[in-house]
């Protein structure tokens, strides 16, 4: 294909994942890429990768189907980027990732690929996931409970993965009362060290208080990501709004005492429950 057709190509608004793979070898092509692209290797996408996932998922939050769709394009993107520098490297591409990918939901779905009948729970259908997922790690030598849980994850959904996984072999609270007793107790426990010279007692105690909030969650069917999210947003919708009010008079959070602001907080609060 002559570069004319590949520019043609290019600039066609409608080539679709086509059009996404060439820009992004000709981004990163060492001659006439572009400097910044060409520079990056898995571990320097990586966090972008991490970013795109959360502004997805605020985008859902948010209820915004535009900037949905512009974000799982941009999530799209990282999945592009890295297939092409595995391409580069010879040890994938695209189109052996979507390969792969495919032949996994295949696998994981005989009750709709296969000859198993359909007729199952959702709750047996997710039993059946996990056991296909367990002899998957097993094949790759990861025999312990605990194996393959990503690293990298949000240090709270790593916690409910590694907690699910005990769970299942049996380590686990039955009562989400005995759940809600020891956030008390690891709370009483970092009460005690808060003000110890060790800061790394303060840190371990904290921890220790974050995991079994996680566990709480689990257990109340909440995640703790989203959950966090959802308070962060409305802090921000909250604090917003006393700062508008502050502006409306001259007057900004720093010229305030912190009654004054606890008065509007709950002012905001209370506005929003009528």
């Known amino acids: 294909m002559h570069d004319a057709d590949i520019d043609a190509d290019i600039r066609d608004k409608n080539g679709g994942l086509p059009r996404l793979l060439e820009i992004m070898r000709r981004l990163r092509d060492p001659e006439t890429g572009c400097p910044w692209d060409v520079e990056q290797t898995f571990a320097t996408i990586a966090p972008y990768t991490i970013e795109e996932a959360y502004e997805v998922a605020d985008a859902i939050d948010r209820g915004d189907m535009q900037d949905l769709e512009a974000e799982l394009g941009d999530l799209l993107l990282q999945t592009v980027y890295q297939t092409q520098i595995g391409a580069e490297a010879g040890l994938f591409d695209f189109h052996s990732v979507a390969s792969r990918i495919g032949t996994k939901m295949v696998d994981r779905h ?62 686990d609270w039955s009562d989400v009362n005995d759940v809600m007793a020891k956030v008390v107790e690891e709370a009483g426990e970092l009460a005690e060290v808060k003000g110890s010279a060790d800061p790394n007692r303060i840190e371990d105690e904290f921890g220790d208080l974050m995991f079994v909030m996680a566990n709480l969650a689990r257990h109340l069917g909440v995640d703790p990501e989203t959950a966090i ?36 907080w709950d002012a905001v609060k209370a506005e929003e429950r009528d």
Do not use: C, Y
């Open 110 to 171: 005989p009750h709709v690929f296969g000859t198993e009948s359909n007729a199952k729970s959702a709750e047996q259908q997710t039993r059946d996931w996990e056991a296909q997922k367990a002899a998957e790690r097993a094949r790759r030598g990861e025999t312990r409970v605990l194996d393959g849980v990503a690293m990298g994850l949000p240090g709270m959904t790593r916690a409910v993965k590694l907690q699910k996984r005990m769970a299942r072999v049996g380590f």
């Open 229 to 264: 999210r959802r308070t962060n947003a409305k802090v921000t919708r909250r604090f917003n709004a006393i700062e508008d009010r502050l502006a409306a008079t001259g007057a900004r959070p720093e010229d305030k005492s912190l009654e004054e602001l606890d008065a509007l």
